[in-house]
């Protein structure tokens, strides 16, 4: 607030924006996050993708052994 301007509605100072520092990593590191960050978001992928089969598994195995049982109380 303090390098606003305006009163009702204060907006940043341009000049003072376009003068902020910011740090900018090296190709290396940039590289490495976006390895990093895709890999990361293939596994999730990978275990979405399993958890769904595991589900529809545990759904197939339930219904099952409702059958088993109900031929074993028969």
Known sequence: MA????????R?????IMNFKIAIPNITILN????????NTNFRKVVEYEN???????VLL?????????????
């Open 3 to 10: 390098r606003s301007k305006g009163t009702k509605m204060p």
């Open 12 to 16: 940043g100072d341009k000049q003072w």
């Open 32 to 39: 490495m996050y976006s390895d990093f960050s895709e890999n």
């Open 62 to 74: 339930q219904s099952k052994m409702k059958k088993v049982e109900g031929e074993i109380l028969v």
């Open 52 to 58: 769904q089969n595991l589900e529809e598994l545990k």
